[in-house]
């Protein structure tokens, strides 16, 4: 696997381009993600949205008309792809594939497992493939996504970071913005960010 990251937009959103056996996933392209993207890809076969906000979904739409290939969304979050909730101007984009949930998809022999970790957003997920996890804004280094938006969930951010908690294994984590990092130690101080959601609920 090969990884190629570039940080875009005033957030520094960071956008992925993933190489397995030649062929290029594109992860989460923020704005004015798309020339970057065309430029360093050479076999690409999907778009995949770890969850919907402005900024990890804003090139969506030119991305896919550039290079003629499918997006894949979770499923509570396609509201945020179709509608512009935040008001930011986002590019309308539709999803080709809608995920559900925790699910396994194949995209050209390439095994991807969507894990579905509600909280920052109803249909927020890490994107698993081998033993690295894209983990958008639900994991970060020593830190974890906002749950004060509109559509997140507190009570939701607690069972997902629980539900973190209880997977065996390591993987490296790419997050949605800042450094990578991995599971196992980010394991190590999910209890403390368990306990600040709890009290602001």
């Not at 509600?118 to 994991?139: A, N, Q, R």
Request: charged share 20%.
């Amino acid at each position: 696997m090969q990884i190629k990251i570039q940080p875009m937009g005033a957030y520094q959103t960071n956008c992925y381009i993933v190489t397995v056996d030649g062929k290029d996933l594109i992860i989460d392209p923020g704005i004015d993600a798309t020339q970057w993207v065309v430029n360093n890809v050479s076999n690409p076969v999907a778009i995949l949205n770890t969850h919907g906000h402005f900024d990890h979904v804003w090139s969506n739409a030119a991305v896919k008309e550039a290079l003629k290939i499918p997006i894949y969304c979770p499923e509570g979050d396609v509201f945020m792809l179709t509608d512009d909730p935040l008001g930011q101007g986002t590019p309308k984009s539709i999803p080709d594939h809608i995920i559900h949930g925790d699910q396994e998809v194949n995209i050209e022999g390439i095994k991807i497992k969507y894990r579905h970790f509600p909280g920052h957003t109803p249909g927020c997920s890490v994107i698993e493939i081998d033993d690295v996890w894209f983990s958008g804004d639900f994991l970060f280094q020593q830190s974890i996504g906002r749950w004060d938006f509109p559509s997140s969930s507190g009570e939701d951010m607690i069972k997902s970071l629980e539900k973190a908690l209880t997977i065996e294994g390591d993987y490296t984590i790419y997050p949605g913005h800042g450094l990578s990092t991995t599971l196992k130690a980010e394991q190590k101080v999910i209890p403390f960010w368990i306990d600040q959601v709890r009290s602001t609920l």
